[in-house]
T-cell receptor
Framework: EAGVTQFPSHSVIEKGQTVTLRCDPI?????LYWYRRVMGKEIKFLLH????????ESGMPNNRFLAERTGGTYSTLKVQPAELEDSGVYFC?????????????FGPGTRLTVT | KNEVEQSPQNLTAQEGEFITINCSYS?????LHWLQQHPGGGIVSLFM???GKKKHGRLIATINIQEKHSSLHITASHPRDSAVYIC?????????????FGSGTRLSIRP
């Protein structure tokens, strides 16, 4: 089966611009997660979708971040307007219903650079 | 101070050397997870441990629940093992928001 895919692989934008990251989970996976790793820091949870519903968005840093998962398939994470501290690698992961953390499949990540 | 600490942060070794990466945590857990992130690539799950020891190929992971410590060993290291190794801890059925990740150990194996 195809793995989790993310697009773009790398994005360089200027402060104040908008960027939209996309994640395509493994087909049939109801759970979709977004994580972020800022340079030199540990990975942090951002939010969790179950199908199209936001199950937990406690990790979203502020209202400049908007995540959607229309139709319960792919998800987008929009940053508007981007700030320098938003630079990092954004990972997406997916898993089947009823699975636990270690059964998540991670995508390759999108490296976001805000200049 | 992060509740999950990894050491060393960076490790460079020659091909063939035995590698040990450590992970210590301060929270109560039921499971620890080792992940691997290759340069420019995504994250791959290596092991989930709740006790004892697991082995997969040249990789061995151990955990001591009482001491709140886990180690990841690589025998006969190879340049393709070069990656960032991350440990993460959580209750097995806790939500993703409760997962705590270490900052990672960057391993570089020279041919």
């Amino acid at each position: 089966e195809a793995g989790v895919t993310q697009f773009p692989s790398h994005s360089v934008i200027e402060k104040g611009q908008t960027v939209t990251l996309r994640c395509d989970p493994i087909s049939g996976h109801d759970n979709l997660y977004w994580y972020r790793r800022v340079m030199g820091k540990e990975i942090k949870f951002l939010l969790h979708f179950v199908k199209e519903s936001k199950q937990d968005e406690s990790g979203m840093p502020n209202n400049r971040f908007l995540a959607e998962r229309t139709g319960g398939t792919y998800s987008t994470l929009k940053v508007q307007p981007a700030e320098l501290e938003d630079s990092g690698v954004y990972f997406c992961a997916s898993s089947r219903s009823g699975t636990v953390f270690y059964e998540q499949y991670f995508g390759p990540g999108t490296r976001l650079t805000v200049t | 101070k992060n509740e999950v600490e990894q050491s060393p942060q960076n490790l460079t070794a020659q091909e063939g050397e035995f590698i040990t990466i450590n992970c210590s945590y301060s929270v109560g857990i039921s499971a620890l997870h080792w992940l691997q992130q290759h340069p420019g690539g995504g994250i791959v799950s290596l092991f989930m441990l709740s006790s004892g020891k697991k082995k997969h190929g040249r990789l061995i992971a151990t955990i001591n629940i009482q001491e709140k410590h886990s180690s990841l060993h690589i025998t006969a290291s190879h340049p393709r093992d070069s990656a960032v190794y991350i440990c993460a801890v959580a209750e097995p059925y806790s939500s993703a928001s409760k997962i705590i990740f270490g900052s990672g150990t960057r391993l570089s194996i020279r041919p």
